[in-house]
Each structure stands twice: as C-alpha cells, then as structure tokens.
C-alpha cells in the first residue's frame, strides 16, 4: 500500500505537490478553453436556454451532486488511467453545468466574471497559505462538511418543489462552506493522500475551487440585481 504524502521524504513529498498543483492549473486551464470555445463557437446561447428552460436550482443541484461525485472519485480512484479519466470527465462536465451561470453574467453583468476569478484566485491562494503554513490536519472538518453538503442539497431540492428562492445569504453561506472545503482538501493532499495519486487530490481541489468561483459569482451577481 502507498504511504501517505505526509510520512515521505521531503523530495518526494515536494515532487507530489508539484504534480498534484501542476495538474490543478492544467484542470482550471482546460476549463477555461472549453468555456472558451463554447462560447465561441456559439454553442453556450442553447446550452444555457436548454438548461435555464427548466428550472435553474435544478441546474444549481447538478453542480453539487457533480463535486460531490468527484471529490468521491478523487478519494477512491487508485489507477492513473481512471484518475485522469475522472479529472477530465469532471473538467467537461463543470464546463457544461457553468454555462447558463457565465452566459448570464456575460450578457447581464460584464465583467463580474473576471472579478469573480480573482476573488475566488485571492481566496484560494491564501487559505492553501493558511493550510501550509500551519501544517494542521482539518482532516476533522470531513464530517462537517458532509452535513452541511446534504443539507445544502436539501435546501435546493424543497426549494425547487415549494417554489421559494435560494438568495444571496445562501451563496454567501455556500462560500464559506467552499472555504472551508478548500482548507480540508488541502489538508488531505498534505497529510493523507498517497503518493499516487496526485491527479485525484488534484479533482478535489480543483472541485473546491469550481464551488468557491460558482458561488462568488452568483454574489457577485446578486449585487447587481
């Protein structure tokens, strides 16, 4: 069995968080093109009518029903091929699901997008700061992150089916939830990952990443309304 990032020798221990962080700006580059081509190639207009024709929560539960199967999947994958199978199959799926969210910031609110991404870029580089710099095992937040993920979910599933709304408060509370996230998946590349598998604790940060940016936005968006 693989050992533990956190009990290797500190070379190998450098060489697994450069491979973990170089394929987490690979996933958040490769997001960025296929947004990009979406976008320009015309296909983001129908791809968000067709997922804003139904109801928006909706497309709002696919997103934490999608992190939460990759953070899943980042736990349990043990091959390589499977772990860059799951990052890409996250990367195409994210990309799709965030299309009606940026199709409409970038008709109704231009550039909320670009300040979301530095505001969730400012975020994530100083709590992964707070997570090395202490050295702390959050490993003890996985429970409560769980909880207040299937109470989220809950959240959004009775408010499609009572017809209330999810308002700004909510988004506000869903990015300290990402915040947090990001604190605990950083601890575990720290301390519990093993060594191999650097392309599935990548998927769960780059999953906590794509919540913190969703949620950012749609504040962002709230401000404008």
């Known amino acids: 069995m693989t050992m533990p990032v956190a009990a290797l020798e500190t070379d190998r221990r450098a ?6 962080y170089s394929h987490l700006l690979g ?3 490769g997001f960025t093109v296929l947004e990009v081509m979406l976008f320009t190639n015309g296909l983001a207009e129908p791809i968000a009518r067709t997922m804003l024709g139904g109801s928006w929560l909706v497309v709002l539960g696919a997103f934490m029903l999608v992190s939460w199967l990759a953070s899943r999947a980042a736990m349990n994958a043990t091959s390589l091929a499977t772990q860059y199978a799951a990052l890409a199959g996250f990367v195409v799926a994210e990309a799709i699901i965030f299309v009606p969210l940026l199709y409409i910031a970038n008709t109704t609110a231009p550039g909320t997008i670009q300040s979301a991404a530095l505001v969730t870029m400012m975020g994530f580089v100083g709590l ?3 997570a090395f ?11 409560t992150l769980r909880w207040i993920g299937v109470m989220a979910l809950v959240l959004i599933v009775a408010s499609v089916i009572f017809g209330f709304e999810l308002g700004t408060w909510f988004s506000i ?7 947090v996230a990001v604190l605990y998946d950083t601890s575990n590349v720290l301390h519990h990952f093993p060594e191999d598998r650097y392309v599935g604790a990548a998927m769960q940060l780059f999953a ?8 950012v936005l749609r504040i962002f968006l709230g401000s404008r309304d």
């Open 15 to 20: 060489t697994f968080l450069t491979r973990t």
């Open 208 to 215: 906590s990443v794509a919540l913190m940016f969703w949620y």
């Open 27 to 29: 996933a958040i580059l």
């Open 173 to 179: 509370g869903m990015v300290t939830f990402a915040g």
């Open 133 to 143: 710099s202490t050295r702390k095992d959050f490993s003890f937040l996985g429970g």
């Open 128 to 130: 992964t700061a707070v």
